[in-house]
């Protein structure tokens, strides 16, 4: 005659496990029936939405380097004018300067 108990195999984690299976599934369901076929979360549906934010950033990464090169470019353009009149100034003093007589 056996000893054991039929149910010896059930213990408190598998009880745990078929109460969170089941409460899973109410979710998933009622997730479907409140926001709709079409508006349930998927993996794919994660995915996609996170390859359009990783395109989003890469847009707004290369805008803001345009930009940093546009500025880039203004600010060196501006420099060379700088630059530019500073010599013709410095020849135009140059120029108003009586010669020196050699002696």
């Known amino acids: 005659m056996s000893t054991a108990e039929p149910n010896a195999g ?3 984690t598998t009880i ?3 109460v969170v299976s089941l409460a899973v599934e109410v979710v998933h369901t009622l997730e479907r029936v409140v926001a709709g076929e079409g508006r349930v979360r998927t993996a ?3 995915a ?3 390859v359009c ?3 989003a950033r890469a847009d707004q990464r ?3 380097d345009r930009l940093v090169a546009e500025l880039a ?4 353009a501006a420099r ?3 630059a530019s009149q500073d010599r013709r100034t410095a020849g135009n003093r140059h120029a108003d300067r009586a010669p020196q007589p050699v002696s």
């Open 53 to 55: 934010a990783d395109r």
């Open 80 to 82: 060379d004018r700088h």
């Open 16 to 18: 745990s496990r078929t």
């Open 44 to 46: 794919r549906g994660n």
């Open 48 to 50: 996609w939405e996170a």
């Open 10 to 12: 059930i213990g408190l």
């Open 62 to 64: 290369a805008e803001l």
């Open 73 to 76: 470019a203004t600010r060196a």
